[in-house]
């Protein structure tokens, strides 16, 4: 999905909610656990209800990984799933790999081809050659890790390197790689006051923002520094949205929370 078709959905459903798809084995509700894939049922029972609210899904790979091959097939399930009933979606692996070009190159293949997802987050520091393979796939995307809203993003993010933080260094090299057009950011919803300086490096790129909900981000605040003409914004929601309720209408409280943040967009959405 290009850039393009992605600003189409978010005036369409008058919404930027990206909700992640982080499932733990043990939050989920138990009644669940007797099925022959708990963690597909429950994640088709959240996009089921959330759909109608959301633009995107970001399925979060550790916490498939941590479940061996079930879950690696779960993974599967759950892309093919919407792929097939709600191709609109925007989808994103939260991988946040990053290597040397040849490995970067097998990560790429993976989650871009093989599983097809629309984009995958990416790790900056070993530099172009481990992120360019990412952007040699056309209407796909790579998310670099920019300003990320964990404490520790204080130790190295916002160090000064010649008089400038080094994730402002991050954003302008990163402009100048091969195919830098398909790159897209993360920017923690908590690091919303740094949005303004963030957009006059990057004007139209759009930017993910997690960390809003269970992490302390405010949303007005990352509308207000962040918002383009074109919106140009994905606000990730993961646990306020998927564990809401460990009861058995869990997907239903989960569309109800994914509908007040929907709400809560269309409202900034009409500020523009």
Request: proline fraction near 3%.
């Amino acid at each position: 999905m290009s850039p393009q078709e992605l600003t189409e959905q978010i005036f369409k459903k008058k919404s930027f909610l990206c909700v992640g798809l982080d499932v733990d084995i043990d939050r989920i509700p138990t009644y669940l656990l007797s099925e022959d894939d708990p963690i597909f049922e429950f994640n088709k029972a959240i996009i089921d209800a959330t759909h109608k609210f959301c633009v995107a899904y970001k399925p979060n790979i550790a916490f498939y990984e941590a479940n061996g091959v079930e879950g690696w097939q779960a993974l599967e399930k759950t892309i093919n799933y919407l792929h097939h009933e709600y191709p609109e979606i925007y989808t994103i692996a939260d991988a946040k790999r990053g290597d040397i070009g040849n490995t970067s190159r097998m990560y790429a293949k993976t989650f871009l081809q093989d599983l097809g997802f629309d984009s995958v987050t990416v790790a900056p520091y070993m530099g172009k050659d481990s992120v360019e393979p990412f952007l040699e796939f056309e209407n796909r995307q790579a998310i670099l890790l920019a300003l990320t809203s964990n404490e520790g993003a204080f130790d190295f993010q916002t160090q000064q390197i010649d008089g400038e933080e080094l994730y402002k260094k991050v954003l302008k090299t990163s402009k100048t790689w091969k195919n830098s057009e398909r790159l897209m950011y993360v920017v923690g919803a908590t690091k919303a006051e740094y949005l303004k300086e963030i957009r006059e490096i990057i004007p139209e790129n759009f930017i993910l923002v997690p960390g809003v909900g269970a992490q302390g981000g405010k949303l007005e605040d990352v509308c207000k520094y962040g918002m383009t003409k074109n919106v140009g914004l994905l606000v990730n929601s993961s646990r306020k949205i998927i564990y809401a309720s460990e009861s058995s209408n869990f997907a239903e409280i989960a569309g109800a929370k994914a509908e007040v943040l929907q709400q809560q967009m269309a409202e900034e959405l009409s500020k523009l």
